[in-house]
């Protein structure tokens, strides 16, 4: 049984930093993409950073510099460093992975809130 599990969520200042982590069991992270997305209500889900198989990570423009994803493969975890956090990367952070059939699982999500 595959099973995600995201922490490290909270509440911090704009220009705080927070580290997520998402820890894997039933699949091995090491030769799978995972990526760190994020909900704010209504709206859809939203890539945040990305890593492939192989190890590339990639991010879009708005966390790009202030967000960092690693993998630990020893943990069989993936984590997400944010810093400069702004009330805008206020939401739920969820990761995801998928089998090789193409099914995708995700954690059950962690919230970030970002407020003076």
């Known amino acids: 049984q595959v099973q995600l599990v995201e922490s490290g969520g909270g509440l911090v200042q704009p220009g705080g930093s927070l580290r997520l982590s998402c820890v894997g069991s039933?699949?091995?992270?090491?030769?799978?993409?995972v990526g760190w997305y994020r909900q704010l209500p209504g709206k859809e889900r939203e890539l945040v950073a990305h890593?492939?198989?192989?190890?590339?990570?990639n991010y879009p423009d708005s966390v790009k510099g202030r967000f960092t994803l690693s993998r630990d493969n020893a943990r069989n975890a993936v984590y997400l460093q944010m810093n400069s956090l702004r009330p805008a990367d206020t939401a739920v952070y969820y990761c995801k992975t998928s089998n090789s059939d193409g099914y995708n699982f995700w954690g059950q999500g962690t919230q970030v809130t970002v407020s003076s």
């Open positions: 890593i492939t198989s192989a190890g590339t990570i």
């Open positions: 039933g699949i091995i992270f090491s030769n799978k993409a």
